[in-house]
């Protein structure tokens, strides 16, 4: 490991700490049955390592030779690891095949900084012993220190497919493949490394916490860190992880307190000077952000992102005239323009200056650092005086830039959407739902924009994934109705009935409840449900609607007429109560009052399924 760390020479400074301090500890103890020696997956891993939970890694109960160390006691010293190494020997005389005796022998080995020699008797131990975890641990151990990295990754893998929750072979693989640059990998392996671990146990914690920063995944980063960083913890980088995490996830106040602890720590830290400056101005302490950035800068003379924090400071004061000054010295140092112009349009948006905003991002569009979300803005934007062509326009000129931005498609399948052009936006959102798959604001305009098209088993099938990953009330609902109008009536009244159970008097439930059980030809109980849904919300014109349609088909006519005439007077506009409440007042003999529904009726919508039937329906009345 040495020899890593001497190629290590940009890497964090905590991470190379948290590697050496990573280091095999001899662990003996004695029990009834045999002697058990691990290698703690806790001692110096920080300055918290008195809560650490050493794990014993090799159980010795019935293993070859393990009788000659029961009545053994461990010794840190010199002494100790002669005596230990000696009776390691004598049973290899006596017993050759003893993988117990070569793995004390090499974690002798180790501690005598013979790393050679540890490495040889830890493949031998493998080699007798290829099912017992602990030898391929330790001999992963000793190859990261002889940079060996590749035998020690599958080494340590080995380690885990025999003890798949080591906790020290998970922290091992995970620091590997952090300094290797697979986070994900190490993201993986330092979460299962953390398992079983105290609350206040800290460990690889602050490894862990900065990797899942690097993936913005800051509210893991909190919940895994604020238990383990106290206030007056003496470790600045696990502060300004956890500060990090804190400003993202929209804690500015607690941020500023780990920030300020940090800086007690390491005053001197330029980047931990800027957090904090950055926590103050979201916990609006502008002045105190303003002192605190100047003073970085009296340091720092040419360091742009200063310059830009400053500049951020200023505007939120609405001091323009010196931000302005600001971002010319901010580009003199190197700042790119792109990054001066959206210090402009975030000023702008906030104070509604919409005209300058648009001018803003054309520039920052035209001048080819754009990003998916500035298409989408500049798309409101627009909407705002354009209308939807100009939105519309805009988005498309998005997808030209980023065809493989699922927010973009989605954006644009929804203005399409609402301009009715259901047959593009479907496209749209077909593209944005296999882009973005377990979106659920996607999955559903995708599936609302199905249905539109006739597409009802496909707008089932999305209802059914908003579903599965939120079996909600509201996403229940959601799904039912599109069971529902695919005539899936039986799986639809499932659903309805269990949201009814935990929710009796859901009116959305009830009324359509009511109208499956009417498809299924069950009037009885139709009716049972839209007569609930009515006493709970009287007078409402489609529940209404509903119960007077049921009691039209049991042939209660004069009922039906009742509510479906009221119905059809409260809701003008709607031709599908104005076709029923005709057909109800045809049916009690009021020609004329049937007459004036049918015409209606039809106004609203010609091409209706129903439409034929009215036009019949009227010829006869005239």
Known sequence: MKR????????????????????????????????????????????????????????????LGAEEFKDLSASFGEAGMEKLAARATAVLKKQPRSGLAHEILGTV????????????????????????????????????ELNKLALAESALLKALKYQPQNRVANQRLGLLYEYNGEVDKAITHLTNGMQGTRSDYLGVAVNLGRLLNSKQRYGQTVFLLQPRVALDSSLPEAHTILATALLQNGDAKTAE????????????????????????????????????????????????????????ILLAQDKLTEARKTLDLALKVGVKQESVDRRYLNYHLAHKNFVEAKTALNKIIASGASIPNDYVRLSELTRADGGLAGSISVLENGIKAFPESGFLQFRYGSELAANRDYKEAE??????????????????????????????????????????????????????????????????????ENILKADENNIVALNNIATAFADEGDLQQAEAFASKANKVLPGNAQLQDTLGWILFQQKRYKDSAELLSAAADSAKDNAKIQYHAGKALEAVGDQRAASAAFSRALELDSKAEWADDVRVALESLH
């Open 427 to 496: 496209s749209a959102l077909a593209i944005a739902s296999k882009l973005l798959p377990n979106d659920l604001a996607v999955l559903r305009a995708y599936s609302l924009t199905l249905a539109k098209n006739g597409n009802m088993q496909t707008a089932a099938e999305a209802a059914e994934k908003i579903y599965k990953q939120k079996p909600e009330k509201a996403e229940a609902l959601f799904y039912a109705t599109r069971l529902q109008a695919n005539t899936q009536n039986k799986e639809a009244i499932a659903l309805y």
């Open 109 to 144: 080995a180790y501690y005598q900084s013979e790393f050679i020699e540890a490495e040889k008797h830890f493949n031998k131990a493998t080699q007798l012993e290829p099912a017992q975890a602990g030898p391929w641990l330790k001999l992963g151990i000793v190859q990261m």
């Open 257 to 312: 307190q780990h920030f300020a602890q940090a800086l007690n720590l390491e005053p001197d830290n330029a980047t931990t000077h800027l957090g904090y400056a950055i926590s103050l101005r979201k916990a609006d302490k502008l002045s105190a952000a303003e002192k605190v950035i100047n003073a970085l800068l009296a340091k720092e003379s040419k360091w742009g992102v200063a310059y830009l924090e400053k500049a951020d």
């Open 4 to 63: 890593l760390m001497k190629q290590v020479n940009t890497y964090s400074k905590f991470f190379l700490l948290t590697i050496l301090s990573l280091t095999l500890s001899l662990v003996l103890v004695v029990t009834v049955q045999a002697a058990i020696m691990g290698i703690g997956s806790g001692a110096g891993l920080s300055d918290d390592s008195a809560n650490a939970t050493p794990e014993p890694i090799i159980d010795a109960a019935g293993r």
